[in-house]
């Protein structure tokens, strides 16, 4: 097939288009009021994630090119540049080779110049080696692999390899000493029963393609980087999905999605980045772990010793195959060995990569089941997610950026945990399993609509990190309170926590949005929580929950608020309204669970107003008597006195 002009200017446009939006994003949202942590970032906006127009085209001069057959235990080659012995190819010369037919015990090995580009058509191929990968780039600038429309490609190696010096390090099927780049409308199948599937030591370019990898352990890996922008991916791993592990370089270690459609099962992390995450597109459906029924934290808020034995063994890993009972508890044997700081997070799963070519070789005994995950900034301003995690669902060591997207989450840990800023300007974040819903250091909201369930918090903001605990990787046992915020600006934000509804363990400030909290049941926890001050400046909340620890807003407001604990209970799904003296309806809400104790404010309360509140068969009357009006008896006494018990 040879390129046409309209084809090239088409490449040329979709690369500028990918580059613009890959440098468009910032790492904060424009009229965010957060504060921002001490936490050192690298961000969305220190990467490269620019995806040139020669990653795009898939034209090529098939009468220049190359032809390599594989037939009857040998390969025919019809053209310069490359060689043959039995199944085994070598490409020497810089140039496109078309590779077609079938080696039952073959290869392809690249070894040309460092300035050599080389093409490599896929053009219905199926390699099986029994003792190595059946493709090997030890080296080139760059190699392309394009799969020709219509056509099935299959690569498959054994469960060992044979290695001599010169590639001792090769552990993956593909295994890239140089740029990767995958792109055409064909169909590869990586089968890889040693290692790792697709392996590139600098940069992973996927612009489009079908792509099938079930993997031993990593399914795909950029060391440099991991770019993609479009194609179809079936991912079964035994350990990671997709993963980017350069720990040298600031702007490397970086994992950008512009589009694409994902399906992955991994036993560990399915996206994991040791510096950027970003994603701005693209459909993903992924399950970690054995999914959120094996929850690394069980619901009473004691780790699930366990939960490693109960994954779903994705790519035929070393995990076992057990099923969590009705409660999510596994049913396995001896709990695995718990992790400690150095082997529970990025940096072990990564050390080798500073002396070595070779892959990570530690991700086998990975305690991280983690959906989306980075060691700086994950950022997401769009794109379809539906997630089933048995650990945290989105996880930063630094901050989280949430622009838009649909984020759809059920997690055996906490909906998204970041160590640094989490911010979600604008976006859908539906959290319908968790133990913590969203988590961070400082937590700010300025839009878009949340939903949180939470068996402890919907909300908590608390400082450090849950990666270094002997417990469990998710253990959240923060002890600083300096620098914690909860800023809510906009957005319309439900909360269905069995803990506390919203929990800072420093301030507490709301400028604007809507939030609807039904909370805790039990006195020792309150559906308002936090241990400096709470400030409502603007917006409408209603937060319902038990008698005991409740709390309301403190009176340097500048709007009014009320806290009004109920004679009784009220029972589940009693719709509660709040209506003033002309019996006009300021608020109403709809708790879905029990409840005694109401913290409200609106815009629309008034000084020297009275308002009745009705649920169920109780009605009671309130007259607003100053910013902040409360008859609560509780150990918190109404204000922030008790707050910041870090539950």
């Known amino acids: 097939m040879k390129i046409s002009d309209t084809k090239k200017l088409a490449a040329i446009t979709a690369a500028f288009f990918i580059t613009v939006t890959a440098f468009s994003g910032c790492s904060e949202s424009a009229n965010s009021s957060q504060t921002t942590s001490s936490v050192s970032q690298v961000a969305k906006s220190d990467i490269d994630a620019s995806i040139a127009a020669e990653d795009i085209d898939v034209g090529y001069d098939e009468e220049s090119s190359v032809g390599i057959t594989f037939s009857d235990g040998s390969a025919a080659i019809d053209g310069e540049g490359a060689t043959s012995e039995g199944e085994t190819v070598t490409?020497?010369?810089?140039?496109?080779?078309?590779?077609?037919?079938?080696?039952?015990?073959?290869?392809?090995?690249?070894?040309?110049?460092?300035?050599?580009?080389?093409?490599?058509?896929?053009?219905?191929?199926?390699?099986?080696?029994a003792d190595n990968a059946p493709l090997l780039v030890s080296k080139a600038k760059k190699v392309y692999i394009v799969l020709e429309d219509g056509t099935e490609n299959v690569l498959t190696d054994s469960a060992s390899y044979s290695l001599g010096e010169d590639d001792s390090n090769t552990d993956g099927a593909i295994f890239s000493k140089a740029d990767l780049t995958i792109n055409g409308s064909g169909t590869l199948t990586v089968n890889a029963n040693y290692k790792h599937g697709i392996v590139s030591k600098d940069d992973l370019v996927i612009?489009?393609?079908?792509?099938?990898?079930?993997?031993?352990?990593?399914?795909?890996?950029?060391?440099?980087?991991?770019?993609?922008?479009?194609?179809?991916?079936?991912?079964?791993?035994?350990?990671?999905?997709?993963?980017?592990?350069?720990?040298?370089?600031?702007?490397?270690?970086?994992?950008?999605?512009t589009g694409g459609s994902f399906t992955v099962v991994a036993n560990n992390d399915a996206f994991?980045?040791?510096?950027?995450?970003?994603?701005?597109?693209?459909?993903?459906?992924?399950?970690?772990?054995?999914?959120?029924?094996?929850?690394?934290?069980?619901?009473?808020?004691?780790?699930?010793?366990?939960?490693?034995?109960?994954?779903?063994?994705?790519?035929?890993?070393p995990n076992g195959m057990g099923k969590p009972d009705d409660n999510g508890n596994g049913m396995g044997g001896d709990p695995p060995a718990m992790p400690t700081?150095?082997?529970?997070?990025?940096t072990i799963e990564t050390a080798a990569n500073t002396t070595?070519?070779?892959?990570?070789?530690?991700?086998?005994?990975?305690?991280?089941?983690?959906?989306?995950?980075a060691g700086n900034e994950v950022n997401i301003s769009g794109g379809e997610f539906k997630i089933d995690s048995a650990d945290d669902s989105v996880h930063s060591n630094g901050n989280i950026v949430i622009t838009g997207g649909n984020i759809s989450v059920a997690s055996g840990d906490n909906g998204m945990h970041a160590d640094g800023n989490l911010t979600i300007s604008d976006g859908t974040v539906d959290i319908t399993k968790s133990y913590e819903g969203i988590e961070g250091s400082i937590v700010t909201?300025?839009?878009?609509?949340?939903?949180?369930?939470?068996?402890?918090?919907?909300?908590?903001?608390?400082?450090?990190?849950?990666?270094?605990?002997?417990?469990?990787?998710?253990?959240?046992?923060?002890?600083?309170?300096?620098?914690?915020?909860?800023?809510?600006n906009g957005g319309t934000v439900t909360i269905d926590a069995d803990g506390d509804g919203l929990d800072s363990n420093g301030n507490f400030t709301m400028a604007g949005g809507t939030v609807y909290v039904c909370g805790p049941t039990n006195g020792g926890n309150g559906a308002l929580d936090y241990n400096g001050t709470a400030t409502v400046t603007g917006g409408t909340l209603i937060a319902c929950g038990a008698v005991g620890m409740e709390e309301g807003f403190g009176d340097n407001s500048t709007q009014y608020s009320v806290l009004h604990d109920l004679g009784s209970t009220v029972s589940a799904n009693e719709k509660l309204t709040i209506t003033d003296s002309d019996g006009k309806e300021i608020l109403s809400f709809t708790p879905k669970k029990t409840w005694q104790s109401v913290v409200f404010t609106s815009a629309d309360l008034k000084e020297g107003e009275t308002y009745t509140i009705t649920a169920g068969s109780q009605s009671e009357t309130v007259t607003i008597d100053g910013i902040v009006t409360s008859n609560?008896?509780?150990?918190?006494?109404?204000?922030?006195?008790?707050?910041g018990r870090g539950f």
């Open 91 to 129: 490409i020497s010369q810089a140039g496109t080779y078309i590779l077609s037919g079938t080696a039952t015990n073959g290869r392809i090995i690249v070894s040309a110049d460092k300035t050599a580009e080389i093409k490599l058509i896929f053009n219905g191929v199926d390699i099986t080696c």
């Open 207 to 257: 612009t489009d393609g079908n792509i099938n990898v079930t993997s031993a352990s990593t399914a795909m890996e950029g060391k440099d980087s991991v770019k993609i922008s479009g194609g179809t991916f079936n991912i079964s791993a035994g350990t990671n999905g997709i993963k980017s592990t350069n720990t040298e370089t600031s702007d490397k270690g970086f994992i950008s999605v």
């Open 272 to 317: 994991e980045a040791e510096t950027v995450l970003s994603i701005e597109g693209g459909s993903f459906d992924i399950t970690t772990g054995g999914g959120s029924a094996n929850a690394s934290m069980k619901s009473d808020g004691t780790p699930n010793r366990n939960w490693q034995n109960n994954m779903s063994n994705g790519g035929g890993g």
């Open 341 to 346: 700081a150095d082997d529970t997070g990025l």
């Open 356 to 373: 070595t070519d070779s892959t990570d070789t530690t991700d086998n005994t990975s305690t991280s089941a983690k959906a989306l995950k």
């Open 445 to 488: 909201i300025d839009g878009g609509t949340i939903s949180v369930v939470a068996s402890d918090d919907g909300i908590n903001c608390a400082g450090g990190s849950d990666t270094g605990s002997t417990d469990r990787m998710g253990a959240d046992q923060f002890s600083s309170q300096d620098g914690v915020e909860l800023n809510i």
């Open 632 to 643: 609560s008896k509780g150990m918190s006494f109404g204000r922030g006195h008790g707050g």
